[in-house]
């Protein structure tokens, strides 16, 4: 079994089609990613006309659920 390390600024693609860049790596295996365009840029969250977040722009996602995307 091939075992991934995860390092910050590493490019991941979820199942959905979204970018996911890792912003902090953390020991206790939950880490922070962001929401990126295909040219590496932050995509900024987006709001609804109420001003309620529809997307955001960071993620927390666990070692596991990061193992099922597919690394850039």
């Given at each position: 079994?091939?075992?991934?390390?995860?390092?910050?600024?590493?490019?991941?693609?979820?199942?959905g089609?979204?970018?996911?860049?890792?912003?902090n790596?953390?020991?206790?295996?939950?880490?922070?990613?962001?929401?990126?365009?295909?040219?590496?840029?932050?995509?900024?969250?987006?709001?609804n006309?109420?001003?309620?977040?529809?997307?955001?722009?960071?993620?927390?996602?666990?070692?596991?659920?990061?193992?099922?995307?597919?690394?850039?």
């Open positions: 079994m091939l075992v991934m390390e995860i390092k910050k600024n590493q490019t991941f693609k979820t199942p089609g979204l970018l996911l860049k890792v912003k790596v953390r020991e206790s295996g939950v880490h922070t990613l962001e929401l990126v365009d295909e040219y590496g840029n932050v995509v900024p969250e987006r709001r006309r109420s001003g309620h977040v529809i997307e955001r722009s960071l993620r927390i996602c666990s070692t596991e659920t990061i193992r099922s995307f597919k690394k850039l």
